[in-house]
């Protein structure tokens, strides 16, 4: 089982920037892949970012060049740096741990945290 806790978020003005934190509890956390992912106002959840070690990062098209992520194995965090935010960002941004384990695909979410980018 794994835990996430997040924090950040917010209300911020288009232009700026916000950092995404979550804190991940549990067995075998460096083993899981760490993400984000958000969820648009009547849309579907979709991935921002997700990373599994220094050299395996996957962006979102939408997030290349504007988002960083990272992740600390000593601290089991992932951060979200984003910056340049467009009000097309406005989503509620979920922590994700995935991890395949004998053949069982294993998912974790945060409880969520709302990005707001006004025009």
Not at 18 to 32: P, V
Request: hydrophobic letters at 30%; aromatic letters at 8%; one cysteine or more.
């Amino acid at each position: 089982q794994v835990h996430l806790l997040e924090s950040g978020g917010g209300l911020v003005q288009g232009g700026g920037s916000l950092n995404l934190s979550c804190k991940a509890s549990g067995r075998a956390i460096t083993s899981h892949t760490l993400g984000w992912y958000r969820q648009p106002p009547g849309k579907q959840r979709e991935l921002v970012a997700s990373v599994i070690n220094g050299a395996n990062v996957k962006y979102a098209d939408s997030a290349k060049g504007r988002f960083t992520i990272s992740r600390d194995n000593d601290e089991n965090t992932v951060v979200l740096q984003m910056d340049s935010l467009k009000p097309e960002d406005t989503a509620v941004y979920y922590c994700n741990a995935f991890r395949l384990y004998q053949g069982q695909e294993l998912t974790y979410w945060g409880q969520g945290t709302q990005v707001t980018v006004s025009s």
